[in-house]
């Protein structure tokens, strides 16, 4: 997802160093010509060699969901908007942006751009994949995005037509937009990857389009030059963007490695200018000696790592078996031991730069309260004796780790069998849309600065981003409240009511708020990692 942030979280350009992953593909190493930086040579491209930890499942803005896909889209591809290190959304390819008194209809004018392949960008671009994404038929998890527009999710839920959704191109340079009720962060939305455009001739004639470096058609600051799958993605500079004299790099190449340990050889190695978060990980191992040495850097973010139960699935069909695990965990232990990088125990959803509420929702490894919580839900559910339980996670040395620990705290407090089960990126995400699993490390990362975010994942049961199978009424018509409550306090009260349902209920156990870490050479400059924990290359350089 990412993936968000009141008071407290800096955002800024980087030039910094190490670690926290998410994701995995099988990988080879990459073939000698990222060996040598071309930036050293005097004279030729300035070329940034960074490493993915997995393959992107999809270079398709309509279709992403997960952190690495995003990353690539929002190299490829630009928005109405598009936010700056201070998170504040400025006009991109909206050239002008007209807000009505009432703040419900939005007018874009476009400036002139042409997409990767020569066609000019229009506002029916925009228009089309706007309805593109809503149309249940595409399958996008992030459909609910486009829910603030108007009838976007009567379109959505087979409701309402298309031609009655709140967005309409005027004229080729002109797009109207119509929203359900005045949304304070709209600008910031539009600047996140649902909303870019996509080229309608290109996606009609090939639904494939985006699954290859030949077909891919993007508006951004750089163009897929080839992809090879699970080895290697080269970006270049795309000569039709629009602010194409801001963007200083030549190209940026990705190797696709999932090994933490490789990777950071690789960087020692110089084969990498860059190593860790936000798109892989660094070696746990590694970690003391990087704090010591001060190379690491660590910048808190609107993030959450946890853990999803199956909430159809015995014996999580109980909450109190749900906050019997979730109370089990002891996760500064996790924090001290594993993950390293200054992360926050998380007693709440809803990160601490935009809490809805002051106070802690439960205790950090509250033993004796999750044994006796165990024992009630055991006897409402008539069983003598749990199952064994599948915990399964994305490829990754830390996720591996947290999971060993996660289990072993488990089996010592409740004697329970807990059965590791590891997946790649895709699979793993595949599955868990599929409901198979039982209990899975998940995470989230703002992809907007509102709390709304985060909890309106759990809204529906059949929502795009909620595996969880949990639903419940009063949770969802606090939060419909919510998107009509003018006075902001007012409406931080709903959404903290609505956040103690959620963690009442425990349909997932937040274990801690991120931070990024990671390592990069003193020579790359201009990398924008944002609040939120976005990655942006559109003012990278390599000096």
């Not at 940034?48 to 997960?66: C, I, M, Q, V, Y």
């Not at 976005?534 to 350089?541: E, P, S």
């Amino acid at each position: 997802m990412k993936r968000s942030i009141s008071a407290g979280i800096c955002s800024l350009f980087v030039a910094g160093s190490v670690l926290a992953g998410c994701g995995s593909e099988t990988a080879t190493k990459p073939t000698d010509d990222t060996a040598v930086s071309s930036s050293e040579k005097k004279g030729e491209p300035k070329v940034l060699r960074w490493n993915l930890h997995s393959e992107p499942p999809t270079a398709d803005p309509g279709l992403a969901e997960d952190t690495t896909s995003g990353a690539i889209i929002r190299a490829t591809f630009d928005g109405l908007t598009r936010t700056d290190e201070n998170m504040k959304p400025n006009p991109s390819m909206a050239e002008k942006i007209d807000v009505s008194s009432d703040m419900l209809t939005y007018t874009f004018h476009l400036r002139d751009a042409k997409w990767s392949n020569g066609d000019p960008v229009t506002a029916q671009d925009f228009e089309f994949a706007w309805k593109r994404a809503l149309d249940p038929k595409t399958g996008s998890s992030y459909a609910y995005q486009l829910f603030y527009l108007k009838n976007g999710e009567k379109f959505n839920k087979g409701e309402a037509k298309a031609e009655e959704v709140g967005v309409k191109a005027i004229d080729a340079k002109t797009l109207e937009v119509t929203l359900e009720n005045p949304t304070p962060f709209f600008l910031e939305l539009t600047a996140f990857y649902t909303y870019y455009p996509v080229n309608r001739k290109v996606v009609e004639a090939n639904p494939q389009w985006a699954a290859e470096a030949a077909t891919h058609v993007g508006n951004g600051p750089f163009k897929i030059e080839s992809w090879e799958h699970k080895s290697k993605l080269v970006l270049v500079k795309n000569e039709n963007y629009w602010d194409k004299d801001t963007v200083k790099l030549d190209g940026i190449k990705f190797s696709i490695v999932e090994d933490e340990n490789t990777e950071f050889s690789m960087f020692e190695n110089d084969e990498l200018d860059w190593a860790g978060k936000p798109l892989s990980s660094l070696p746990i191992d590694a970690m003391p000696a990087l704090k010591e040495s001060g190379t690491l850097v660590s910048q808190p973010i609107a993030g959450t790592y946890f853990y999803k139960f199956n909430t159809e699935k015995v014996p999580f069909n109980n909450a109190k078996i749900r906050k019997a695990f979730a109370y089990a965990i002891n996760r500064q232990q996790i924090i001290d031991n594993i993950t390293q990088g200054n992360e926050k125990t998380a007693f709440s959803l809803v990160p601490p730069s935009m809490a809805v509420s002051t106070q802690p929702y439960y205790k950090d490894n509250d033993v004796e309260t999750a044994k006796r919580l165990l024992q009630e839900g055991m006897q409402e559910l008539g069983i003598t004796k749990l199952p064994p339980i599948a915990l399964s996670f994305n490829t990754s040395e830390a996720h591996k780790k947290i999971a060993e620990a996660i289990q072993d705290q488990w089996k010592k407090t409740f004697g329970v069998e807990v059965q590791l089960s590891n997946k790649e990126w895709k699979v793993y995400l595949e599955d868990q849309n599929q409901g198979n699993f039982m209990v899975c490390r998940s995470g989230w990362l703002g992809d907007f600065n509102d709390p709304i975010n985060f909890l309106e994942m759990f809204k529906d049961k059949n929502g795009g981003n909620n595996n969880t199978f949990w639903e419940n009424a009063k949770y969802k018509e606090l939060l419909n409240q919510s998107s009509i409550e003018a006075d902001p306090e007012k409406r931080k009260q709903l959404l903290a009511q609505a956040e103690q349902i959620l963690m009442d209920e425990m349909p997932i156990v937040p274990i801690y708020h991120n931070t990024e870490t990671w390592v990069q050479k003193e020579n790359v400059k201009g990398v924008l990692i944002d609040g939120l924990g976005f990655i942006d290359w559109k003012w990278a350089t390599v000096e």
